[in-house]
């Protein structure tokens, strides 16, 4: 009996064991954030460990952040939420294009708009949509991409971080708000990231407007917020129906809608996509997720 006993106390202490390493950290919060437990919810904390099956319920307008390993999730809206069923997802949230987008973020241009539309209307002013509002020497702006291209991330989110916060109250921070977006992606921050890009007031009639849309697009994707993608998306395929840009944002749809079980949207927004240029590299990632 005593041997049994043992046995029966060991397997509780592996399982135990099994059941920690398998455990997420809280890497990010804000809002309120807790734990399911059997006395009822428990506040979160960074550095908190979060059993794979857990249960947590976020609320004023809280996001949560976990890591494990190479898995992350990132919860941005306020809701009660499966850890288990978030990890399982999370697998294929993206497809993994997210880094490839990202690292040619800074090629894509915003092409000219239809003319019928009100950033047509602001490019047709100005003379062509290529628009710079925000000073082009501005030493700011200058010195913060040089560190996002050098991929010190931590810095340029630091220095943006402070530019915005001291900025006068007639300095347009509309591009460094953006840059800071990049800065916190880049430094796998995704749910600061999207805190970032949501204080921007972007216009249409600027060089990075394009990179803005899909920069927010690929973090609601890899949140899984896939309608709140579509809605972001489905206005610039509109409004800006050429350029490597609006190949991006069919490639984001297509995995949207596939991720929300609309299999021939998927198949009509990645076809788009690809027929707008075979020759990109964005249209070969397009061809891979129309094979997957």
């Given at each position: 009996m005593r041997r049994t006993w043992v046995l029966v106390l060991a397997l509780a202490i592996v399982?135990?064991?099994?059941?920690?390493?398998?455990?997420?950290?809280?890497?990010?919060?804000?809002?309120?954030?807790?734990?399911?437990?059997?006395?009822?919810?428990?506040?979160?904390?960074?550095?908190?460990?979060?059993?794979?099956?857990?249960?947590?319920?976020?609320?004023?307008?809280?996001?949560?952040?976990?890591?494990?390993?190479?898995?992350?999730?990132?919860?941005?809206?306020?809701?009660?939420?499966?850890?288990?069923?978030?990890?399982?997802?999370?697998?294929s949230a993206g497809a993994g294009v997210g880094g490839s987008i990202s690292q040619k973020l800074q090629t894509l241009v915003t092409e000219k708009p239809k003319a019928s539309t009100a950033g047509g209307v602001r490019g047709a002013e100005q003379g062509s949509a290529n628009v710079t509002w925000v000073d082009e020497g501005d030493e700011t702006r200058s010195q913060a991409q040089s560190l996002i291209d050098a991929k010190k991330y931590q810095d340029a989110a630091a220095m943006l971080s402070d530019a915005i916060k001291n900025a006068g109250p007639d300095t347009d921070t509309s591009e460094l708000?953006?840059?800071?977006?990049?800065?916190?992606?880049?430094?796998?921050?995704?749910?600061?990231?999207?805190?970032?890009?949501?204080?921007?007031?972007?216009?249409?009639?600027?060089?990075?407007?394009?990179?803005?849309?899909?920069?927010r697009a690929q973090v609601l994707v890899d949140t899984q917020n896939y309608n709140d993608a579509l809605t972001l998306l489905g206005?610039?395929?509109?409004?800006?129906?050429?350029?490597?840009?609006?190949?991006?944002?069919?490639?984001?749809?297509?995995?949207?809608?596939?991720?929300?079980?609309?299999?021939?949207?998927?198949?009509?927004?990645f076809d788009t996509g690809y027929q707008l240029d075979p020759s990109t590299d964005t249209a070969r990632l397009i061809d891979q997720q129309r094979h997957l």
């Open positions: 399982g135990a064991a099994g059941a920690f390493a398998q455990a997420f950290t809280v890497s990010y919060l804000d809002g309120t954030v807790e734990l399911q437990t059997a006395k009822g919810w428990s506040a979160v904390s960074i550095g908190d460990q979060v059993a794979a099956d857990a249960t947590v319920r976020i609320s004023q307008q809280g996001s949560l952040e976990l890591s494990r390993a190479k898995t992350k999730i990132t919860l941005l809206k306020d809701g009660v939420f499966s850890i288990a069923s978030l990890a399982k997802a999370s697998s708000g953006y840059l800071l977006g990049v800065a916190y992606y880049g430094a796998g921050q995704t749910a600061k990231a999207y805190r970032a890009l949501g204080q921007v007031n972007a216009d249409p009639g600027t060089t990075w407007y394009a990179r803005y849309v899909i920069l206005p610039f395929t509109t409004n800006y129906p050429t350029g490597e840009a609006t190949q991006v944002a069919w490639l984001l749809s297509g995995i949207s809608q596939r991720a929300l079980g609309n299999a021939a949207a998927a198949k009509t927004d």
